[in-house]
């Protein structure tokens, strides 16, 4: 499966979204941001999880994942539309560096 909906957007691996999730530090409850790459959706049901993939400082890659149905996830926008990923795991970015690494 490489799209999937989450509320009322439509997401497919390859597209570049922002992540809106809610951290909570003590008493404050703050919305963190995090922007990158959609690389994998596993998962089925429940149990449906998505991997952002982002070039971090220094050039290091991070990847993060979320459960589909989390409670911390407030939004997530679409910032870029993908055209023409035929893969469901966008697993050979890992390998490339600089630019290349940041297009689909």
Known sequence: ???????????HVGDTLRVHSQVKEGEKIRVQVYEGILI?????GENK???VRKIGAGG???????????????????????TGVRRSKLYYLRDLTGRQAVRV
């Not at 499966?1 to 997401?11: L, Q």
């Open 60 to 82: 290091i890659g991070v990847e993060r994942t979320w459960p589909l149905d989390s409670r911390s996830l407030s939004k997530i926008e679409v910032k870029k539309k993908t």
């Open 40 to 44: 994998r959706i596993r998962g089925r």
């Open 1 to 11: 499966m490489i799209s999937d909906k989450f509320k009322e957007t439509d997401i």
């Open 49 to 51: 999880t998505f991997t």
